[in-house]
């Protein structure tokens, strides 16, 4: 064993020990407000505000009505509001009944880092992507000021000028940018070969954001796009190319040599921006495991899209859940709900049900799944990883 490993297991050692007495030291951070950057998996009505509601069943299990999410109920991000006793994020695109006192959610679903060179209705991918997205922060951490010191109903929707640098930063985004090569029908390697410059867009939004006061930052990295239903319907796949878990092996490949790159250049932004704290989340992991194991953990077949209609995933990339037609003069739901959203994985083929959100909440909120391994409550709290 040469001098770096022994180094390293030392270090690694030393921190097991060391790691739980720290964080017994460190004080809770207090967040006042999260500020979160996205695609779907964090959208709490983002698209549904611009471009029309996500109809029902969406929402159903929770919410017990549409509430601008891709799923029956509650999001990862939702849970995270919840556990720092914040309430759940208003999103800035939605001018109805929403509340910033506590933050923001600029993420809409179909929402990619790099702009993408088409239209929504051609391509599916949202006009807000992360630049947009962090336009749209610039300008709300401005006016909001402004108009919250008119006082008034300014003042109890909009959020404290301090809480900008105190607040949580949540970013989930990248999947998009990935299927968006294969929908070009780019190769794996093609893919793989633009991933330094989505990165390095990404990376940019972080400094940006922190040249404005953002310190504490949460990041995910990109979920196992190879299991999701919607990429095994859309997409050829040959036999050799499934795991023996049932997922697409190359879309797995790409998103995992993303993730790779990301923790890489989360370890640079630490050394530039020597005030932030940031967080990285492996939620590959805690999907892929929660995928590969459902049965034994209490969930049905992963691969079935609860709300959908028909084919090998109960998925139709034409008949999309909630989707609905005339037949003899009167409305019927083509794709609608199961009948137990529980214990299913997969809400519509493309998104997560609540119970498989807030399953892998639970695994992530303790620091298990994190570099460095600290729990969300403690987010704020710099700490070496080298």
Known sequence: MDTHMLQTLFFTIALAFLLPNLILCWNHCDFPAIFNFGDSNSDTGGLSAAFGQAPPPHGETFFHAPAGRYSDGRLVIDFIAENLTLPYLSAYLDSVGSNFSHGANFATAGSTIRPQNTTKSQSGFSPISLDVQYVQFSDFHTRSQIFRRKGGVFRSLLPEKGDFSRALYTF???????????KLNMSTEDVKAYVPDVLAQFTNVIKYIYAQGGRSFWIHNTGPVGCLPYVMDRFPITAAQ??????????NEVAQNFNHRLKKAVHVLREELPLAAITYVDIYSVKYYLISHAKKLGFENPFLACCGHGGKYNYNMFIKCGSKKIVNGKETVL???????YHRVSWDGTHF?????????????DGSYSDPPIPLKLACQRMSTK
């Not at 989930?172 to 294969?182: F, H």
């Open 172 to 182: 989930d985004i990248g999947q998009n940018d990935l299927t968006a090569g294969y």
């Open 242 to 251: 499934v795991d023996k878990y049932g997922c697409a092996s190359p879309f």
């Open 335 to 341: 794709a609608n709900s199961c009948k137990d959203p």
């Open 353 to 365: 049900t609540e119970a498989a959100n807030k399953w892998i909440f639970k695994k992530i909120v």
